[in-house]
């Protein structure tokens, strides 16, 4: 088991490195994380979600992932409560306090997923949540050391040097932890270094002696890292993430960074496109003047919608429109885009019904179960071939929906566009990681796409699996596992 001593330290991106590796190595590996906090989520192949580290991490194992990879997410809806997800289906809502009292009743389907992965493979790689050493959540602790003691597993602990301070980080987890949490710890890495490592050799001593645990590596910052899906929003709401390129480019795409914008890794090879110019609009900023608007997913439609009125980003939007600009909605997105949302349940809280953008001519009512499915077909736009996957809640009608965006290989139709096809949104979530979609979408707003895709993190994988074999001791670390 990985484990941090903070969050955003690289655990993801390291575990899905190493499930490339020992994959590499003729190993049957598997990720697993007991339980996971975000709103970028992926479908299953047994028809749930976890949380898109574990997809990722899954697809470096070359195999299709499973909500056992992921039994507990939660996916925040307020600044202090979340959905939770276990086992790939809702379980129910709760804020940070009541989900305390919860967390012992969730080991069970946690210890659960976790023999059944073990049955399955010869290696599962562990990640932790947050900080190891967050002592005062120790009590029925499901996701650090509660996690590790339970299933008995080997813990090796990481801290980020690119943060400033990791010796303090690492040491002083030790310090604050319970002798038999300490005890478990057999390890340590320091990620993310920068520069000539022989100036960090009497740090790694000095960890070494303080902790009594094995330096274990010392890893170089990866700097292709920005290729790979990333877990959550923590970048961009550190202003980081995708920062704008340079006026150079032939196109400007914006994306308003709304409050509990969901699965913003749609996006990321949008991002990547050399032409492309991609914008994550931060809150309190206007929407520049742009060729596409593109309104993302997000938790809580209707909060969100009040969230880019407050931002005055529906008069941004409004300008936009009037200049013959385009503007794409996905999911939630789409939904803000039409007459109405309507929650007559109170499913994302109160039971309301708001006004909408008026940019698309329909309703849309928040209904039904959730729908989690891997779809694919063909755009009726433009021809193109696409997959992806739904993953909503609602049903949305009206005129608009008589001119589809998408429609399904088994028939189903998705999505709406404007008379002028100046406006479209649907409900499939990831069409840009497929390049005939991508090629197809940046043709609309006038530019070319030269960007291979997939290819590119298959390759950013296995140079991450290469990455951490020159500066990892796997075997020591395989030898812990043993």
Known sequence: MLQGTGSDVGKSLIIAGLCRAFTQRGMRVLPFKPQNMSNNAAVTADGGEIGRAQALQARACSIAPHT???????????????????????????????????????MEPVLESFESLKARCDLVLVEGAGSAAEVNLRAHDIANMGFASAADVPVVLMGDIDRGGVIAQIVGTRVVMAPDDAARIKGFLVNRFR??????ADGMRLIAERTGWQALGLIPHFSAA????????AGLERGGGHERAGRDKAVTIAIPRLSRLANFDDFDPLAQEPGVDLVFVAPGRPLPVCDLV?????????????????????????????????????????????????????????AETVPGLGLLDLATELTGSKRLEAVEGVSLADGAAFRGYEM????????????????????????????????RGCYVHGLFNDDA?????LGWIGVSSSLAYEANVEATLDALAQHLEACIDLDGLLALAR
């Open 226 to 233: 920005g290729r790979l899906p990333a877990e959550d929003a």
């Open 68 to 106: 056992d990879m992921n039994p507990v997410l939660l996916k925040p809806q307020s600044e202090t409560g979340a959905q939770i997800i276990v086992q790939g289906r809702i379980f129910g809502t709760a804020r940070a306090r009541d989900y305390q009292r919860l967390k012992p009743r969730l």
């Open 392 to 423: 909503h809640i609602g049903i949305s009608t009206g005129p608009a929906m008589a001119q589809p965006w998408l429609q399904m290989n088994d028939g189903r139709l998705d999505g709406a566009r404007s008379a002028d096809d100046l406006i």
């Open 294 to 350: 593109i309104l993302p997913g997000s938790k809580a439609t209707i909060a969100d919608l009040r969230f880019l009125r407050a931002q005055g980003w529906d008069i941004d939007l409004a300008a936009h429109v009037r200049r013959g600009g385009k503007v794409a909605g996905i999911c939630a997105g789409m939904q803000m885009l039409g007459r109405a949302v309507s929650d007559p349940n109170g499913m994302e809280g109160v």
């Open 195 to 200: 520069g000539d490592p022989t100036l960090f």
């Open 437 to 441: 979609q991508r090629t197809a979408l």
